[in-house]
């Protein structure tokens, strides 16, 4: 993917709107930029949503360690619901790709 400098710009403020809304409110970022990429950029609904979850990493840890040196982390809460989303996140990446490439396009609504 080739980027001129007005893309790279909108992909960066793309990218900051996205961590800061995951960061405050706790929804992940990929509600923003995976249709940003898919719709914008015109890039494939699996690329995306790989870009995504790669770049959510960085962002809860974050935000995450930020909460937890505050002190109001649940950590028995986190942990547990940690495990169950890493399961689940694990199943979910393992379907077929035909599978997954018709539920991004239709969660995105985006065409195939």
């Known amino acids: 993917m080739s980027l001129d400098a007005l893309q790279l710009g909108l992909l960066l403020l793309t990218g900051l709107g996205a961590g800061a809304l995951g960061a ?3 929804i992940g970022g990929g509600v923003i930029v995976v249709p940003v990429l898919v719709l914008g950029f015109g890039t494939d609904v699996q690329v995306a949503v790989a870009a995504s979850l790669v770049a959510v990493i960085a962002t809860s840890s974050a935000a995450g360690s930020v909460y937890a040196r505050e002190g109001i982390v649940n950590m028995r809460l986190a942990m547990t619901l940690e495990v169950a989303t890493t399961a689940g996140a694990l199943a979910g990446a393992s ?7 018709w539920r991004c396009c239709w969660s ?5």
Do not use: A, H, T
């Open 24 to 26: 405050l409110v706790g």
């Open 95 to 101: 379907r077929p790709r035909s599978s997954r490439r």
């Open 108 to 112: 995105f609504r985006s065409s195939w």
